[in-house]
């Protein structure tokens, strides 16, 4: 019986923190929008700020970790 409570203990705190996790990314990337220039035969990709000034840091999306995760997992 008390094995059944621990494991539901962690499995509520590990929901608990990849929820606020995957909050935190999103909120991040709010108002982000990255653009790809293609000029000189070369591509750059800058990622710009909601008045359109550039950003050095770049978001993690927490779509592509999870889905990452899922790549790992499968044989």
């Given at each position: 019986m008390r094995i059944v409570l621990v494991?539901?203990?962690?499995?509520?705190l590990a929901v608990?923190?990849?929820?606020s996790h995957a909050?935190?990314?999103?909120?991040?990337a709010q108002g982000a929008v990255t653009v790809e220039i293609?000029?000189?035969g070369?591509?750059?990709t800058?990622?710009?700020?909601?008045h359109g000034r550039p950003v050095r840091q770049a978001f993690a999306c927490p779509d592509c970790v999870l889905g990452g995760l899922a790549l790992a997992a499968s044989p």
């Open positions: 494991l539901r203990l962690i499995l509520a608990a923190l990849t929820t909050a935190i990314g999103r909120a991040q293609c000029a000189d070369a591509t750059t800058i990622t710009l700020d909601s």
